[in-house]
């Protein structure tokens, strides 16, 4: 089984919509969560953290269920440069383990 | 930027040729992991470097090899290249401590294997 799975996508919405998606992890041990943002052929950035409380940046909203092992993450006002891939990542101790990423694709 | 920087940016080879690539951290992150990315993938952990030592390794094997200096650089040297070693070579490096959490990823090096 996978460290980290994520939905593949892509998700191909509208500028303005509202998209969501999620991810789980089978390490019940892991300890912080994250969700990067990747552009094509570039580095991962850090997007945010995500918190057992839940918590907003701006249009991004981060939600985390330990129980379930589960990660989700809502873009609101989708813009074009929102088109991205969105990493799921969770650092189980030493490490960050990465899934294989959820493409968005914000059209005009 | 996050003031890590990679080199190559590309690189060619053929199989069963060796290469070194190296990371360039910021002053004062002693921390330093090497992740592979291929195609379609998310970055896969290679192994870390915590002040000059081997603190952690993935699921790679030992023709997978890095090395850290002083200086906050660092190599990742990988021997007998196949043909799946093509991929996205990814460094990231950490704030003092073993904390990794804030990792500051370098633009990567693209290594194809022919």
């Known amino acids: 089984r996978k460290e980290v799975e994520q939905d593949p996508g892509p998700f191909n919405v509208p500028e303005g919509a509202t998209v969501a998606f999620n991810c789980t992890y089978s390490?019940?041990?892991?300890?912080?969560f994250f969700w990067y943002r990747q552009d094509c052929r570039k580095e991962p950035k850090l997007l945010m953290s995500?918190?057992?409380s839940g918590n907003e940046d701006g249009r991004f909203t981060a939600q985390l269920n330990r129980a379930s092992q589960y990660i989700s993450l809502l873009i609101r006002d989708s813009k074009l440069s929102d088109s991205a891939t969105y990493l799921c990542?969770?650092?189980?101790?030493?490490?960050?383990?990465f899934g294989a990423g959820t493409t968005v694709t914000v059209r005009a | 930027e996050t003031g890590v920087t990679q080199s190559p940016t590309h690189l060619i080879k053929t199989r069963g040729q060796q290469v070194t690539l190296r990371c360039s951290s910021q002053?004062?992150?002693?921390?330093v992991s090497w992740y592979q990315q291929a195609l379609g993938q998310g970055p896969q952990f290679i192994f870390q470097?915590?002040?000059?030592?081997?603190?952690g390794r993935g699921n790679f094997p030992p023709r997978f090899s890095g090395l850290q200096f002083p200086n906050y650089s660092s190599e990742l040297n990988v021997n007998a290249l196949e043909l799946d070693d093509s991929a996205l070579y990814l460094c990231?490096?950490?704030?003092?401590?073993?904390?990794?959490?804030?990792?500051?990823f370098g633009p990567g090096t693209r290594l194809t294997v022919l």
């Open positions: 990231a490096s950490s704030l003092p401590g073993t904390n990794i959490d804030t990792q500051y």
């Open positions: 390490n019940s041990a892991s300890q912080s």
């Open positions: 995500v918190y057992s």
């Open positions: 990542v969770v650092n189980p101790g030493y490490k960050l383990s």
């Open positions: 002053s004062g992150h002693n921390t």
């Open positions: 470097y915590y002040r000059e030592e081997e603190n």
